[in-house]
C-alpha cells in the first residue's frame, strides 16, 4: 500500500511556529503518520505533554482516521467546542493532511511533520519511495523499475562511471539502479532497451500545481 512517510519537526521548528499562540488543540493521522510513528496516538499525547511542559495550555487532542480525507470533518466536528477556544491546530499528519484539515477550521493549521515522499511499505518499518510523479514515465523501457526515484542521480541513459561491482557509489549498501534495470531487462529478453537514448528531461511535463479534469460523465458514465 502507498502511504505519505513523515518525519516529525524539531521541537525547536515546532516551538517557533507556534510562536504567540498558547492555546493549542492537536490533531493525529490514524493512517500513514500511525504507521511511521509520527502522529499516531502516542505521538499525540507526548507532544501535549511537551506543549504542556513548555507552559502551553493544550485544549484537547484527537487522532482523525485519515486527515488526507475530507471523512476527517465529521471527526473534527466531534471537538469543534474544543478547537473554537483554541489558537491554533498543531497537526501530526502529512502535508496533505494539514491541508485538508486547514481547509475546515478557521484558526491556523501548523504542521509538526515534514513529508518526506510517497512511499510503498516494503518490510516492516521499511518504506521506499517509487515514483517521484515526473508527468513522463519511462517504466516500459526500464523494465519496470524507476531510474528517476531509485538512482540518486535520477539518470535515465544508464549508469555513471560511479557505479562499482553494481552497487552504488552513493549508498554502497544498495544496488546501483542500473545494475537492477540490465538483469530486469537481461531476464525479460530486452536488453536493447539499454541502447535506447532518452532525451534531457522534460519539465514542462510536470503539472505543477498539478491540477487535471477528468471528463467525467463525457463517455457515458
Ligand atoms: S519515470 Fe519514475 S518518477 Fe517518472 S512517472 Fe515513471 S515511475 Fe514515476
Ligand atoms: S551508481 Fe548507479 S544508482 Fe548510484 S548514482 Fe550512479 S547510476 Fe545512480
Not at 471523512?71 to 477556544?85: K, L, P, R
Not at 494539514?98 to 511499505?121: C, N, S, W
Not at 539502479?177 to 510536470?206: C, F
Request: net charge neutral.
Amino acid at each position: 500500500m502507498i502511504r505519505s512517510i513523515t518525519r516529525q519537526k524539531s521541537q525547536e521548528e515546532i516551538t517557533a511556529l507556534l510562536s504567540q499562540l498558547d492555546r493549542i488543540f492537536i490533531v493525529g493521522c490514524g493512517t500513514c503518520a500511525t504507521l511511521c510513528r509520527t502522529g499516531g496516538a502516542q505521538e499525540v499525547e507526548e507532544m501535549a505533554r511537551r506543549l504542556r511542559e513548555a507552559g502551553r495550555l493544550v485544549t484537547g487532542s484527537i487522532v482523525v482516521p485519515v486527515a488526507c480525507d475530507e471523512i476527517s470533518h465529521e471527526a473534527m466536528e466531534q471537538v469543534s467546542d474544543q478547537i473554537s477556544q483554541s489558537q491554533a491546530v498543531l497537526i501530526l499528519a502529512c502535508a496533505f493532511g494539514v491541508q485538508t484539515l486547514g481547509r475546515q477550521i478557521q484558526i491556523p493549521a501548523i504542521p509538526a511533520l515534514d513529508t518526506l515522499f510517497i512511499g510503498k511499505e516494503r518490510g516492516v518499518g521499511l518504506f521506499e519511495e517509487i515514483c517521484t510523479q515526473c508527468g513522463d514515465c519511462i517504466l516500459g523501457e526500464t523494465g519496470g523499475i524507476c531510474p528517476v526515484t531509485s538512482c540518486h542521480k535520477g539518470l535515465v541513459n544508464g549508469p555513471c562511471g560511479g557505479t562499482r561491482e553494481g552497487k552504488c557509489e552513493i549508498d554502497p549498501d544498495k544496488d546501483c539502479a542500473w545494475t537492477v534495470i540490465y538483469q530486469r531487462l537481461k531476464e525479460q529478453g530486452r536488453l536493447d532497451r539499454m541502447r535506447k537514448l532518452h532525451p534531457p528531461r522534460n519539465h514542462q511535463v510536470s503539472l505543477s500545481p498539478g491540477k487535471i479534469r477528468i471528463p467525467v460523465g463525457e463517455r457515458g458514465d
